[in-house]
């Protein structure tokens, strides 16, 4: 298997734009995660599903965000209009159970300006 | 709630010494914990994990303790290698169904 696939790697975009990352989980894998990564606030959570449905999504910062999974095969997480403050890293992980190793794809650097 | 909190920012060790980075928990309800590797431009990448009803568990170079009494774990690492140089994220489970990270320790491995 291929690991955890995260598309684009890089994504520049200017202050009110619509910003859309993308994760393929490992296949198999019930549960998919999306972090955010900052130096201020180092890893967050901000969404998880189980088997497509989203569990727990407390940790989204606000409405401009939301996140999707329409099939077992891919996830999306879309911000829009975005701010210069959502630029981080954005990780998806997977795994098989709730409580188990999570495996994280490579991650997208989003830069607003 | 859960938050996680490692001792030090930065740790550098001779290379073949062994390092050890800690690591403390809040929520005495965890039960399952996991030390994460990231280096730069990569995401974080599974070391080892040990659940509560555990106390050591060794892997290859790889030594993780947990001290239930004073919510404490450490990962211990033997002859370290450049190659470990990155940082380091403990993470806790324990309500609430999510795993919280720790602010990480980078590691740094001089010659």
């Known amino acids: 298997d291929a690991g955890v696939i995260q598309s684009p790697r890089h994504e520049v975009t200017e202050m009110g734009q619509e910003v859309t990352l993308r994760c393929k989980p490992i296949?198999?894998?019930?549960?998919l995660f999306w972090y955010r990564q900052t130096m201020m606030r180092g890893l967050e959570l901000l969404i998880y599903?189980?088997?497509?449905?989203?569990?727990?999504d407390s940790g989204m910062p606000e409405d401009r965000f939301s996140a999707k999974m329409p099939n077992a095969s891919f996830s999306n997480l879309k911000i829009q209009p975005s701010e210069p403050r959502d630029s981080a890293v954005y990780f998806c992980?997977?795994?098989?159970?709730?409580?188990?190793?999570?495996?994280f794809g490579p991650g997208t650097r989003l830069t607003v300006l | 709630g859960e938050s996680v909190g490692l001792h030090l920012p930065t740790l550098s060790v001779q290379e073949g010494d062994n390092s050890i980075i800690n690591c403390a928990y809040s929520?005495?309800?965890?039960?399952?914990f996991i030390w994460y590797k990231q280096e730069s431009g990569k995401g974080p990448q599974f070391i080892i994990d040990?659940?509560?009803?555990?106390d050591k568990r060794q892997g290859q170079r790889v030594t993780v303790l947990l001290n239930k009494t004073v919510k404490h774990l450490s990962l211990q690492i033997a002859a370290t290698q450049p190659g470990d140089s990155a940082v380091y994220f403990c993470a806790a489970w324990g309500g609430g169904n999510k795993l919280t990270f720790g602010t990480g320790t980078q590691l740094k491995v001089e010659l």
């Open positions: 040990i659940r509560s009803n555990m």
């Open positions: 992980a997977s795994s098989l159970a709730v409580v188990d190793e999570q495996f």
């Open positions: 929520n005495s309800a965890s039960d399952y």
């Open positions: 599903f189980n088997n497509n449905v989203p569990i727990d």
């Open positions: 296949s198999g894998h019930d549960y």
